[in-house]
């Protein structure tokens, strides 16, 4: 008999995409705060399954984040 508690066959549920649940128009590159929700530790952009973005806002959000590093807003790399 299988345990009723294995963790093997549990599936997690998807997050919500941050900018369609606050009906956010517009990634904005200059908006570090936000962006900075969506980058790792060591400034590595998450990815979809850490981040809970919807694949549209996932690619905005990557471009975004490149154009704040190049405007010096964010930086490449932790201190």
Do not use: W
């Amino acid at each position: 008999m299988p345990a009723p508690s294995s963790n093997k066959n549990t599936k997690k549920l998807p997050k919500d995409c941050y900018y369609c649940v606050n009906n956010k128009l517009i990634v904005d590159y200059k908006d570090v705060g936000t962006l900075r929700r969506f980058v790792s530790s060591y400034m590595k952009i998450a990815p979809r399954r850490r981040s809970g973005l919807c694949a549209s806002h996932q690619r905005q959000v990557a471009t975004e984040i490149k154009k704040a590093r190049q405007a010096s807003l964010m930086g490449y790399v932790a201190r």
